[in-house]
């Protein structure tokens, strides 16, 4: 289908199955996500600023622009993305509301980052001064084309909310692209940068200005990878996805933010050039990697050495990594394919990594942040220290800063830009992949106007109704999606009685010339249910972890509270039926006293050991960690 009409979105593709709705089209109004799109406005986004300050980050380009480079240059050789991403976040920010104080400090910002660009359009703190290492001479681990990569998704997000605004952010985008392509084009520099995020950057640089040699530069950027054009690395070349061309590969493997990031990229350039082989490789890819190497909780990457995916099946609760960025690469990833295909099953990767990876990684307060995020905590562990940068990826709580702090401005452009996820259309209708209290207006292809209103106590409770409030003038298809948890689901026409089942399938739809005023209700049934994991992920065999509708649940023991259940040999009775409490849901379970013992193995079956029957309380999983020291599991032995 092709897009006539360029919404406030973070991905706008050219053509594709879907038209994404942006956030100017889709405003969300209360409940889950708008609580937390407040929090990360008013707190969020102010602490990441002043820890961009405070850590010298954002400083590093006032001292290029006079020259003070490389003496006292602070951060990692990636921060410059930081101070990027923070802008993208607040540019989505303004677009969902204005605010005086916010624009004056964006632009700002701005012009700090602005002052430091070289007049050939050269733009890193790290790199290209007397003193520092020469430009792109560190492709592997420099970061350099990375960098640059959110600097222009700062920009698309700028131009798409604000177009025509005088800051000046997508002019200094646009300088630094050309270079790139004068650079890595054809003839030029024939490498990769060994993080990949460039792609996505380029291409959607490239569907704003309509420079098509940005989308040129991201495909050759995309077929580059995998042919060994960066060196081996103590982790293989899979560390960063330069072991086997892309379209060839046929699971994500390595680091899983990279190999997410480049899968997002690589899904652009083939919706832009129409290449439907590479497509279809990135979807088997995505589906092997659901279906092997990704946690209940959407999360990605098992292995802590190198921030990677494991093995097929490969997938330990207690060495959880699960990083904050991958899930978000994960939504990127899935996002496009979504738009591409329409596939639904897309979004269901989407929902359970916003509720249990997106919600869980920052705290109710908006102000701490868990960079990893796993699945069971043996140890309350020390608390990291509120005034101080965690030398540490995994804490023992959510930490106010890291010393590599990918993760908080990661989570704040993408709550800032939420409602960018909710809603697409095409020539037939309006389709609805999250469920949100939230206005929809838009139009279709052929102009019929479509305003709608969604109301919603989801994920507490599993009816959405659909109220019209603008007609099209004509029928149209309202399609819903079915998580894949949601058997029983239906959609009722409330004024004529008429109703559909969904009968197993991933989304709902009926059609009509619906009214100003009419009613749709899509009922959801929200059990709490034990959930069984594949008998060959061995480390959570004989386990069982509880979910209800998207959420994910777990039990947690606060180290401080004396009446706290003991985590580490309780067993779930899964013949009594999980139920619903207040704070969460209520498990039957039993704690046995074995006998102590100077060895931990013994010949033969051990006895039987007396035991302790009482209920255990289970909280939602994005709620884990937020009254202090804590044991944690979500995946309980059972019997």
Same mark, same amino acid.
């Given at each position: 289908?092709?897009?006539?009409?360029?919404?406030?979105?973070?991905?706008?593709?050219?053509?594709?199955?879907?038209?994404?709705?942006?956030?100017?089209?889709?405003?969300?109004?209360?409940?889950?996500?708008?609580?937390?799109?407040?929090?990360?406005?008013?707190?969020?986004?102010?602490?990441?600023?002043?820890?961009?300050?405070?850590?010298?980050?954002?400083?590093?380009?006032?001292?290029?622009?006079?020259?003070?480079?490389?003496?006292?240059?602070?951060?990692?050789?990636?921060?410059?993305?930081?101070?990027?991403? #923070?802008?993208?976040?607040?540019?989505?920010?303004?677009?969902?509301?204005?605010?005086?104080?916010?624009?004056?400090?964006?632009?700002?910002?701005?012009?700090?980052?602005?002052?430091?660009?070289?007049?050939?359009?050269?733009?890193?703190?790290?790199?290209?001064?007397?003193?520092?290492?020469?430009?792109?001479?560190?492709?592997?681990?420099?970061?350099?084309?990375?960098?640059?990569?959110?600097?222009?998704?700062?920009?698309?997000?700028?131009?798409?909310?604000?177009?025509?605004?005088?800051?000046? *952010?997508?002019?200094?985008?646009?300088?630094?692209?050309? *270079?790139?392509?004068?650079?890595?084009?054809?003839?030029?520099?024939?490498?990769?940068?060994?993080?990949?995020?460039?792609?996505?950057?380029?291409?959607?640089?490239?569907?704003?200005?309509?420079?098509?040699?940005?989308?040129?530069?991201?495909?050759?950027?995309?077929?580059?990878?995998?042919?060994?054009?960066?060196?081996?690395?103590?982790?293989?070349?899979?560390?960063?996805?330069?072991?086997?061309?892309?379209?060839?590969?046929?699971? *994500?493997?390595?680091?899983?933010?990279?190999?997410?990031?480049?899968?997002?990229?690589?899904?652009?350039?083939?919706?832009?050039?129409?290449?439907?082989?590479?497509?279809?490789?990135?979807?088997?890819?995505?589906?092997?990697?659901?279906?092997?190497?990704?946690?209940?909780?959407?999360?990605?990457?098992?292995?802590?050495?190198?921030?990677?995916?494991?093995?097929?099946?490969?997938?330990?609760?207690?060495?959880?990594?699960?990083?904050?960025?991958?899930?978000?690469?994960?939504?990127?990833?899935?996002?496009?394919?979504?738009?591409?295909?329409?596939?639904?099953?897309?979004?269901?990767?989407?929902?359970?990594?916003?509720?249990?990876?997106?919600?869980?990684?920052?705290?109710?307060?908006?102000?701490?942040?868990?960079?990893?995020?796993?699945?069971?905590?043996?140890?309350?562990?020390?608390?990291?220290?509120?005034?101080?940068?965690?030398?540490?990826?995994?804490?023992?709580?959510?930490?106010?800063?890291?010393?590599?702090?990918?993760?908080?401005?990661?989570?704040?452009?993408?709550?800032?830009?939420?409602?960018?996820?909710?809603?697409?259309?095409?020539?037939?209708?309006?389709?609805?992949?999250?469920?949100?209290?939230?206005?929809?207006?838009?139009?279709?292809?052929?102009?019929?106007?479509?305003?709608?209103?969604?109301?919603?106590? #989801?994920?507490?409770?599993?009816?959405?109704?659909?109220?019209?409030?603008?007609?099209?003038?004509?029928?149209?298809?309202?399609? *819903?999606?079915?998580?894949?948890?949601?058997?029983?689901?239906?959609?009722?026409?409330?004024?004529?009685?008429?109703?559909?089942?969904?009968?197993?399938?991933?989304?709902?739809?009926?059609?009509?010339?619906?009214?100003?005023?009419?009613?749709?209700?899509?009922?959801?049934?929200?059990?709490?249910?034990?959930?069984?994991?594949?008998?060959?992920?061995?480390?959570?065999?004989?386990?069982?972890?509880?979910?209800?509708?998207?959420?994910?649940?777990?039990?947690?023991?606060?180290?401080?509270?004396?009446?706290?259940?003991?985590?580490?040999?309780?067993?779930?009775?899964?013949?009594?039926?999980?139920?619903?409490?207040?704070?969460?849901?209520?498990?039957?379970?039993?704690?046995?006293?074995?006998?102590?013992?100077?060895?931990?193995?013994?010949?033969?079956?051990?006895?039987?050991?007396?035991?302790?029957?009482?209920?255990?309380?289970?909280?939602?999983?994005?709620?884990?960690?937020?009254?202090?020291?804590?044991?944690?599991?979500?995946?309980?032995?059972?019997?």
């Amino acid at each position: 289908m092709p897009i006539t009409r360029v919404p406030a979105a973070p991905v706008c593709p050219s053509t594709g199955r879907l038209r994404p709705l942006g956030t100017d089209e889709v405003r969300i109004t209360g409940g889950f996500w708008a609580e937390r799109q407040r929090t990360n406005a008013s707190a969020t986004l102010p602490h990441i600023f002043a820890w961009l300050e405070r850590e010298g980050w954002l400083g590093n380009f006032d001292l290029a622009a006079r020259g003070g480079l490389p003496d006292g240059r602070r951060g990692r050789e990636f921060s410059d993305s930081e101070i990027y991403k #923070y802008l993208e976040a607040s540019a989505w920010q303004l677009g969902n509301e204005p605010d005086a104080a916010l624009e004056e400090r964006f632009r700002a910002t701005v012009a700090r980052v602005a002052a430091a660009q070289e007049p050939d359009g050269y733009l890193n703190t790290r790199f290209g001064r007397p003193g520092q290492g020469a430009r792109w001479s560190e492709l592997a681990m420099g970061h350099e084309l990375y960098c640059l990569g959110h600097l222009f998704q700062a920009a698309v997000a700028r131009g798409r909310t604000a177009p025509g605004a005088d800051d000046g *952010l997508l002019g200094v985008a646009v300088r630094a692209a050309d *270079l790139v392509c004068d650079v890595f084009g054809e003839g030029g520099i024939a490498a990769v940068c060994g993080h990949a995020e460039v792609e996505v950057g380029l291409a959607e640089l490239g569907r704003l200005t309509g420079e098509a040699r940005y989308v040129e530069q991201a495909r050759l950027f995309v077929e580059r990878r995998g042919h060994g054009t960066l060196p081996d690395h103590e982790w293989g070349r899979a560390y960063y996805q330069d072991d086997i061309p892309v379209r060839e590969a046929e699971v *994500l493997r390595g680091h899983a933010v990279r190999a997410n990031y480049l899968s997002a990229g690589a899904v652009d350039v083939a919706v832009e050039t129409g290449d439907a082989d590479l497509l279809a490789a990135l979807r088997r890819q995505w589906a092997r990697t659901q279906s092997r190497r990704t946690y209940l909780t959407g999360g990605q990457g098992s292995h802590y050495q190198d921030e990677a995916f494991g093995e097929d099946w490969e997938l330990p609760s207690d060495r959880a990594y699960a990083e904050t960025c991958a899930s978000i690469g994960s939504t990127m990833f899935s996002w496009r394919l979504l738009l591409a295909t329409g596939g639904a099953g897309y979004a269901d990767q989407i929902e359970r990594v916003l509720y249990n990876v997106v919600a869980a990684a920052v705290s109710h307060d908006g102000d701490r942040f868990f960079y990893t995020n796993t699945l069971h905590r043996r140890d309350p562990g020390v608390a990291p220290d509120p005034d101080a940068a965690s030398p540490r990826a995994f804490s023992s709580l959510r930490a106010p800063w890291f010393d590599v702090s990918c993760c908080p401005p990661n989570i704040a452009r993408t709550l800032a830009s939420v409602a960018g996820l909710v809603a697409t259309t095409d020539a037939d209708g309006l389709q609805v992949h999250q469920f949100v209290p939230a206005t929809i207006r838009t139009a279709l292809p052929d102009g019929a106007p479509i305003g709608v209103r969604l109301e919603t106590d #989801y994920p507490s409770a599993g009816a959405v109704k659909v109220v019209v409030e603008q007609a099209a003038g004509r029928p149209w298809t309202l399609t *819903l999606r079915v998580p894949d948890w949601a058997g029983g689901a239906t959609l009722m026409r409330v004024g004529t009685g008429e109703r559909v089942d969904a009968e197993g399938a991933a989304t709902i739809s009926l059609t009509g010339d619906f009214a100003a005023g009419e009613e749709l209700v899509l009922d959801l049934p929200m059990a709490a249910v034990f959930v069984h994991p594949d008998p060959r992920i061995d480390a959570i065999r004989g386990c069982v972890a509880v979910q209800r509708g998207p959420v994910v649940y777990c039990a947690q023991s606060v180290a401080d509270d004396a009446s706290a259940p003991d985590l580490a040999g309780v067993v779930v009775r899964t013949d009594v039926a999980p139920v619903p409490a207040d704070s969460g849901v209520r498990v039957s379970a039993d704690w046995p006293s074995p006998a102590g013992s100077a060895w931990p193995y013994e010949p033969g079956e051990a006895a039987p050991a007396a035991a302790t029957t009482g209920e255990l309380l289970l909280i939602p999983y994005h709620d884990w960690g937020n009254e202090g020291l804590c044991t944690m599991r979500v995946w309980l032995p059972a019997r």
